[in-house]
């Protein structure tokens, strides 16, 4: 697991901080929100709540063959 105690609290205080300011936040994840629900349900929520109950929630998939990153080069 790369989230640790340190990285789940302060991932808490930046998206508690703009939704008490009502911000408007974008983010960009590797994970589900069912994972990020699992890592932590005070982030879950919020960002739950203000993607109004997942209305704005966009999932592309998770096709690893589309991550050239993680693709092995053909020398």
């Given at each position: 697991?790369?989230?640790?105690?340190?990285s789940i609290s302060l991932?808490?205080?930046?998206?508690?901080?703009?939704?008490?300011?009502?911000?408007?936040?974008?983010?960009?994840?590797?994970?589900?929100?069912?994972?990020?629900?699992?890592?932590d349900t005070a982030i879950?929520?919020?960002?739950?709540?203000?993607?109004?109950?997942?209305?704005?929630?966009?999932?592309?998939?998770?096709?690893?063959?589309?991550?050239?990153?993680?693709?092995?080069?053909?020398?």
């Amino acid at each position: 697991n790369k989230w640790n105690d340190d990285s789940i609290s302060l991932a808490y205080k930046i998206i508690n901080s703009r939704y008490n300011n009502n911000k408007i936040t974008i983010i960009s994840s590797e994970f589900l929100p069912n994972k990020i629900l699992e890592m932590d349900t005070a982030i879950f929520g919020r960002i739950n709540e203000k993607s109004k109950n997942g209305k704005y929630i966009l999932n592309c998939g998770n096709d690893k063959n589309k991550n050239y990153r993680l693709r092995k080069e053909d020398n």
